[in-house]
């Protein structure tokens, strides 16, 4: 089975500061995808990053960065110099190199405090 | 369009109706996709459709939900005789080809209350 797991579903952080959000999952595959999408209130869902399991070079974008363990099948979000924007839910996700569909964590809510 | 447009952005329903959500995908964007949020749940999937090819349903959790996709654009996802339990926020996505890196952009989704 192909799952996804979110173990923190609300974390904390202060503006300008630093916060790591968790994700595993669990494939026999060896080859596959991962992304981090943001979704604010507004319930829109926007990509943060995505990593290529095949690549070791971890993911930026900006602020945002994953740390991915290929071997622990364990794929964080870090966001740096939190913002109030950043505000959300943050949701891990898989896809699989054949096959049609994202598999979804659960879901971690940020709260940024000012 | 500029986005992926769903609609309506909210809809309340009694039981034993049916019901029909609306995705208009990015123009030009062969790949689309139907998921189900519910609450304190991740995001579960219900169909994918590419282009010509015959949709993805492994996901639609009974024979109450359809989906059909016109023309290779416009969506409709369609729910008989809703229950209670298929309160939820549907979210529909598109991409512009298929493919596991290719990013998919969401709509703000329909949320469905059945009373």
């Known amino acids: 089975a192909q799952t996804v797991t979110q173990s923190q579903p609300e974390m904390s952080v202060q503006e300008a500061e630093t916060v790591t959000l968790s994700c595993t999952y669990d494939?026999?595959?060896?080859?596959?995808?991962l992304f981090w999408y943001k979704q604010p209130p507004s319930r829109q869902m926007i990509l943060v990053i995505r990593?290529?399991?095949?690549?070791?070079q971890n993911a930026t974008e900006n602020r945002f960065s994953v740390n991915f363990q290929k071997a622990a099948k364990s794929f964080s979000l870090k966001i740096s110099d939190s913002q109030l924007g950043d505000a959300a839910m943050y949701f891990c996700?898989?896809?699989?190199?054949?096959?049609?569909?994202?598999?979804f964590g659960t879901g971690t809510s940020l709260t940024v405090i000012p | 369009g500029a986005g992926v447009s769903q609609s309506p952005s909210n809809k309340v329903t009694e039981k034993g109706k049916d019901v029909e959500l609306r995705c208009d995908p990015i123009?030009?964007?062969?790949?689309l996709y139907w998921y189900r949020q519910s609450l304190g749940q991740g995001l579960e999937f219900l169909i994918y459709?590419?282009?010509?090819?015959?949709?993805?349903k492994s996901g639609l959790p009974s024979d109450r939900f359809s989906a059909e996709r016109t023309g290779g654009s416009v969506s409709t996802l369609t729910i008989q005789r809703t229950q209670q339990e298929d309160s939820a926020v549907y979210l529909c996505?598109?991409?512009?080809?298929?493919?596991?890196?290719?990013?998919?952009?969401f709509g703000q989704g329909t949320r469905l209350t059945v009373v």
């Open positions: 990593q290529e399991a095949y690549k070791q």
């Open positions: 494939t026999s595959e060896s080859d596959y995808y």
């Open positions: 123009s030009g964007h062969t790949a």
């Open positions: 459709f590419q282009g010509n090819s015959a949709p993805d």
């Open positions: 996700a898989y896809r699989p190199n054949t096959g049609n569909q994202f598999y």
């Open positions: 996505a598109s991409s512009l080809v298929a493919g596991p890196y290719t990013e998919a952009f």
